[in-house]
């Protein structure tokens, strides 16, 4: 691998083990050449996914995208970092596990829903505010209506 830092080519790993919910592999690196040190995740990768937008448009999966996604609706809430990375961890193994290569965007939306309704009611309703496009405060009441006794996480 490449160092990130001087872009010197044959970089060293110190030290590999499992992440928590051995989902993935995670490298502690050095470079020879300037002594920078840095930490890679090395996952299991299924299937190329590509996204399929409602528009039309089609674009690759990015992770990065599901998880800013993620801290986004669930910030400032009780939940860990490692929490939203098993999260994300679950969700790509799942749309994966499909079996297709090309996902509706709509797919992986309800997806999150899903996860967030049972994770985290004020989460659950930040995502949906902007997944099912809110324009108004009445929006946001018809839809925390459709919650009922639904419990706050």
């Known amino acids: 691998m490449r ?3 001087c872009g010197h080519d044959d970089t060293q790993v110190k030290d590999s083990r499992p992440t928590e919910d051995n989902a993935a592999i ?9 002594g920078a040190r840095w930490t890679t995740f090395e996952r299991v990768q299924l299937r190329e996914l590509t996204i399929v937008k409602t528009s039309g448009e089609k674009e690759p999966f990015e992770r990065e995208k599901l998880t800013r996604s993620l801290k986004i609706a669930l910030q400032k809430r009780p939940v860990e970092e490692d929490q939203i990375d098993r999260i994300c961890n679950s969700i790509q193994r799942r749309l994966e596990s499909l079996g297709e290569n090309e996902v509706p965007s709509k ?3 309800e997806i999150v829903m ?3 309704a ?6 659950y309703v930040r995502f949906a505010s902007v997944y099912r496009n809110f324009r108004e405060a009445k929006d946001f009441e018809a839809f925390v209506g459709t ?3 639904q419990e706050d996480h």
């Open 118 to 123: 049972d994770l985290d009611t004020v989460a």
């Open 26 to 34: 995670r490298r502690r690196r050095s470079c020879p050449e300037c």
């Open 3 to 5: 160092c990130p830092f």
């Open 107 to 109: 797919v992986i939306g």
């Open 114 to 116: 899903d996860v967030l």
């Open 147 to 149: 919650l009922g006794g």
